[in-house]
């Protein structure tokens, strides 16, 4: 599965940025597909999942009631509508992508076996 995230930029803190991430003509309703983030410095840390056969969403606490990801099965896309955005929500955000049938953790970087290049969002105070 070849990712392709898009639509990172600089915007005001409480501002919102929507991230697009499109798969490679796949059938997403087979996949798991996840959103992590990379502040320099940092690990790579678990932002937001959706099981997109279910739509059973997954989300990290800090993102919380701001963050919202959904999928368009017809359009092989999964959007990440970001909200009330934070400085601290500066970070390189990536899409990843695995096969439903994986077992693992959802919020885990090893769960996933497929991951895009990454999208640099900025958000200044």
Not at 1 to 15: H, R
Not at 91 to 104: D, I, K, P, Q
Not at 116 to 123: A, E, I, L, S, Y
């Amino acid at each position: 599965v070849q990712l392709q995230a898009s639509g990172g930029g600089l915007v005001q803190a409480g501002g919102s940025l929507r991230l697009s991430c499109a798969a490679s003509g796949r059938t997403l309703s087979n996949y798991y597909m996840g959103w992590f983030r990379q502040a320099p410095g940092k690990e790579r840390e678990f932002v937001a999942a959706i099981n997109v056969g279910t739509s059973a969403t997954y989300y990290a606490d800090s993102v919380k009631g701001r963050f919202t990801v959904s999928a368009d099965n017809a359009k092989s896309t999964v959007v990440l509508q970001m909200n009330s955005l934070e400085p601290e929500d500066t970070a390189v955000y990536y899409c990843a992508a695995t096969e439903r049938t994986r077992w693992g953790t959802i919020a885990s970087v090893t769960f996933y076996n497929y991951w895009g290049q990454g999208t640099q969002v900025t958000v200044s105070s």
